[in-house]
């Protein structure tokens, strides 16, 4: 009786020793590589010669044609054959600012050369997308249509009509966070392609002052987008957004200036956040303006760059627990915020927490939180947490990546994913037909969508594998962009703050002159704190 009680009494330790060995570690050089993989299954056009996603073919060759423009390429972005411009834009600038901070480890894993692809893939849509200074079209396809179609994208008969903003119909969030993922694009590609960097700094310069210029939500204007991906937060967050990016990107003081003068009406040093995507920025921008004050730059607007240090480190002490309001969690210690896709939320603020913990330990600062001064360690440990979380470290002890271990979804919502390969078998899938076929089917994926995250358990840590389960099962873009600079950060293993390329380049010449007032904003919301 006594060996036995002493055997229980050692159990706890025993399975803490070997908890280790139970998950197996991860294998996160394996998952950046799928994750990148994803988006060659969200290409839309001509397929390069090296797609290595070969169950998928050429579609949308007629996107823009109606328009008189071409508009042909960019990403799908989820489940569906819509081409949305806002978190396509987003997107990239997330994909850019991950080789920008841990360019270096994805060399390491020979990784850099398919992730810039990945990048270029939307800058060259981009660059289509924006024919005139003033004009960005910002979706192809209606997800009204599109919905009420389960069709491989190879076989779409469904409207592909392509919507635009302009001056008398303006954007400026769409066209803001377009001109931050043409500006950190930009700093992706300076060594490797200068000249293709300059085209996309000139583009980045445009519609910054296009989004300044000619103010608006970009969803008053294109309406269609509203059911879908609906701006919620308005614009002041992409404009300041912008103007980071492009500070970052040309080292021109108008948008140091910029973020100063504005940080106060727009926002930027008054809303404290627990929230970062595709709608809403201004963590974003709070935490490269803290960069940026860490790293001396501030000048004499330090006092106004501090402010938003602060807010950046609201958010960062919400996401470990020790803040003045503390971010939701699973029981299983996933952040959670809603029930649709919540997994965009977890890789956008893991992101967010770990190029933080970098630049602390690069400046030699800590974390202040209301529960006390933090270690910048203890910001990448909560960033590993989430992502051993989804790639299997869970009550349910599922990957929620597709292709990553050995149990993960096999129903995703996805209809390049789920209905045979065109190459396999050529017969015209009609628009309900595939519903009827494929979308019923309580079957495996004929096409496994590797590296696909999904968009996760709910509040209690629960999961149903099934096709029409649309809130946990369909991916996106979105989700896997952050994911790839932590998965890097992760697999290079130690704690040096490392970039591929220099924070500080010359300032080009602009192409439009910027040293001009900016346009004082229409709407000035109270500084506090904001909840979405």
Same mark, same amino acid.
């Given at each position: ?331 299983? $210690? ?7 896709? =919540?997994?965009? @939320? +977890? ?5 967010? /927490? #770990?190029? %933080? ?58 209809? $390049? ?7 396999? =078998?050529?017969? @015209? +899938? ?5 519903? /009827? #076929?494929? %979308? ?93």
């Amino acid at each position: 009786m006594g060996k036995l009680m002493r055997l229980i009494s050692m159990a706890p330790l025993f399975l803490l020793l070997c908890l280790p060995f139970a998950f197996g570690g991860h294998d996160y050089n394996q998952a950046l590589s799928k994750s990148i993989l994803f988006f060659e299954a969200q290409r839309s056009g001509y397929l390069p010669h090296n797609q290595r996603i070969t169950w998928r073919a050429n579609s949308g060759l007629n996107d823009g044609k109606a328009s008189g423009v071409d508009l042909v390429g960019g990403y799908y972005d989820a489940g569906d054959n819509v081409k949305f411009g806002l978190p396509m834009a987003f997107t990239i600038t997330m994909m850019s600012w991950s080789i920008i901070e841990y360019g270096k480890q994805m060399v390491a894993n020979g990784e850099l050369g398919h992730a810039m692809e990945a990048v270029k893939w939307g800058t060259d849509y981009f660059i289509k997308a924006h024919p005139q200074p003033y004009v960005l079209y910002g979706e192809v396809g209606d997800g009204n249509s599109d919905h009420y179609c389960w069709q491989r994208p190879e076989d779409m008969t469904t409207d592909r009509r392509a919507y635009k903003i302009d001056p008398s119909n303006p954007g400026s969030d769409l066209a803001g966070e377009t001109a931050a993922a043409m500006a950190a694009a930009s700093i992706v590609f300076r060594r490797s392609n200068p000249a293709y960097s300059r085209e996309l700094l000139r583009h980045a310069y445009q519609l910054f002052e296009f989004a300044d210029k000619y103010r608006g939500k970009y969803d008053s204007s294109i309406t269609v987008a509203q059911k879908y991906y609906r701006s919620i937060s308005g614009y002041n967050d992409e404009l300041l957004w912008a103007a980071a990016w492009l500070y970052q990107a040309s080292n021109n003081k108008y948008y140091l200036n910029y973020l100063a003068k504005n940080g106060d009406s727009m926002g930027g040093t008054g809303w404290a956040m627990t929230e970062f995507g595709w709608d809403v920025k201004y963590a974003g921008v709070q935490t490269l303006v803290a960069k940026f004050l860490m790293q001396g730059e501030a000048g004499h607007h330090a006092p106004v760059f501090e402010k938003y240090r602060q807010k950046a480190e609201y958010f960062m002490c919400s996401l470990i627990g020790k803040g003045s309001r503390n971010i939701q969690k699973t029981p299983g $210690g996933l952040i959670y915020r809603q029930r649709w896709n =919540n997994m965009q @939320f +977890v890789t956008s603020a893991s992101f967010l /927490a #770990t190029v %933080y913990s970098d630049y602390l330990t690069s400046y030699r600062g800590s974390l202040k939180c209301a529960a006390g001064n933090v270690a910048p360690s203890e910001l990448l440990s909560f960033a590993k947490s989430q992502v051993d979380y989804l790639l299997g470290d869970n009550p349910r002890a599922t990957s929620y990546m597709v292709g990553y271990g050995n149990n993960y979804p096999r129903q995703v919502h996805h209809r $390049g994913s789920s209905i045979v390969s065109i190459k396999v =078998n050529p017969k @015209f +899938v009609a628009c309900r037909q595939g519903y /009827a #076929t494929w %979308y019923t089917r309580k079957a495996s994926d004929p096409n496994v969508l590797t590296g696909a995250l999904v968009g996760g358990p709910d509040a209690y840590d629960n999961f149903a594998d099934e096709r029409d389960n649309y809130e946990q099962t369909e991916p996106a873009t979105y989700n896997n962009a952050p994911l790839l600079g932590i998965l890097a950060r992760l697999a290079g293993g130690h704690g040096g703050y490392n970039q591929l390329l220099p924070v500080v380049a010359p300032a080009p010449n602009p192409v439009i002159a910027k040293l001009k007032p900016a346009p004082k904003p229409k709407r000035t919301p109270t500084p506090g704190i904001l909840i979405f």
